[in-house]
């Protein structure tokens, strides 16, 4: 019977965990073994009686619980030190393969199979397993909240015997899972909304949300097949930012939302703009921390402008840990139990199922997923495009320079 092991996740600013008592019955229920690490649920407040009166054993050394799993699911990727540990078995988390091409090697180096939580596809199938929109909808929902809180007034109409308060005015770029969520919140608290996106197909889901769409003729836009925006050029970009400047300084809120799949998000936001704005109003940056739409935003922390403060924090679901530990556990169960062998009790490794086909990261010593393959392969074209740096070694007073050669990635 094979075990599938939950270990504490390691970092201090990561409050979500990947199952709940009530998901340890599910995967019982398949043939499944389920071990978690003492302590799992501490930062959701849930004790370790809890998960073992549901049907999981409680194991006190992180290591004994790596060495005898068959499959491990977290929400952040274990540290690299710890691989070592998983020769041959499967290991599934956020793994920001498009980013952090060490790791990604390091899975290979220690013949780990890794699926990406990120790479699972946008399709109808898949959306029981989608994590990445499933956290992004409570982000939206974070973002206006935390917006709200920095505002110095209110968001809805209020007419009183003192007088008539005129309701916020909030903008939202970007009409992704996010943004549609955050023009969803922002109108039930009673804010007038507009939104934008490059994307014209979406201009009626956010008319149905009671918003207003802002109309920017950027020429030809259009989507992938995964339903995300594809990259504008210099020229549209320009022009965007202009067109959206004036309904910028008119808002209260503005919430930016803009990320392109496997690439750095565009900059929506100049520094010119914000100064124009209204002391006291806010933005909120949600790609600060990969980049940022907002120039100014600093990554995981707070700033202000000319009175106009931008939040760039990130980490926007652990601010609704319960909820999104509850959504992100339902999402690695669906997951699993789609490739579970209901004979051999094991996840069955498929790769040529569509989900893992784009999903699978590393597999028996390679990496095996072509988009992955094709975005390093680029990477390194680039890095080997760049001609060697000079450099200076000194001898008294005597001095040479030297060229060294750029490594390139395997």
Known sequence: MSIIAFPCETLITEKRCSLLPANVKAYCLMGAQVHIEQGFGARLNISDQEYSDAGATVVQSRQELLTNADLVLTVDKLPESQLRYLNGKVVVSFLDPFNDVSYVQCLKKHNVTSISMEMIPRSTRCQ??????????????????????????????????????????????????????????????????????????????????????????????????????????????????????????????????????????????NKQTIERMKPGSVVVDMAAKSGGNVEGSIPGDYTLINGVTIIGTGNWTNDVAYNASQMYANNLFNLVNEFWSAEQHLFAVELEDDI???????????????????????????????????????????????????????
Not at 135 to 146: D, F, T, W
Not at 361 to 384: C, D, F, K, R, S
Request: hydrophobic share 45%; net charge neutral; glycine share 8%.
């Open 128 to 269: 029981k397993m989608d994590a990445l929109s499933s956290q992004a909808s409570l982000a939206g929902y974070v973002m206006v909240a935390k917006a709200v809180s920095e505002l110095n007034r209110i968001l809805p109409m209020m007419m009183t015997a003192a007088g008539t308060i005129k309701p916020a005015k909030v903008f939202i770029i970007g009409a992704g899972v996010a943004g549609l969520q955050a023009i969803a919140t922002a109108k039930r608290l009673g804010a007038t909304v507009t939104a934008f996106d490059t994307r014209s197909v979406v201009a009626e889901q956010v008319r149905s949300l009671g918003a207003k769409f802002l109309e920017i003729d950027l020429g030809e836009t259009g989507q992938t097949n995964q339903g995300y925006a594809t990259a504008l050029t210099a020229e549209q970009l320009a022009r965007q930012q202009a067109e959206q400047e004036k309904c910028i300084i008119d808002s209260d809120i503005v919430i930016t939302t803009a990320q392109l799949f496997g690439r750095k998000p565009p900059r929506l936001i």
């Open 356 to 410: 893992q086909a784009n999903a699978v990261i590393t597999h028996a010593g390679n990496i095996v997923n072509t988009l992955i393959q094709n975005h390093y392969l680029e990477l390194n074209m680039a890095q080997e495009s760049i001609p060697p740096k000079p450099s200076i070694t000194t001898s008294g007073e005597n001095i040479t320079a030297k060229a060294e050669p750029v490594g390139s990635m395997s």
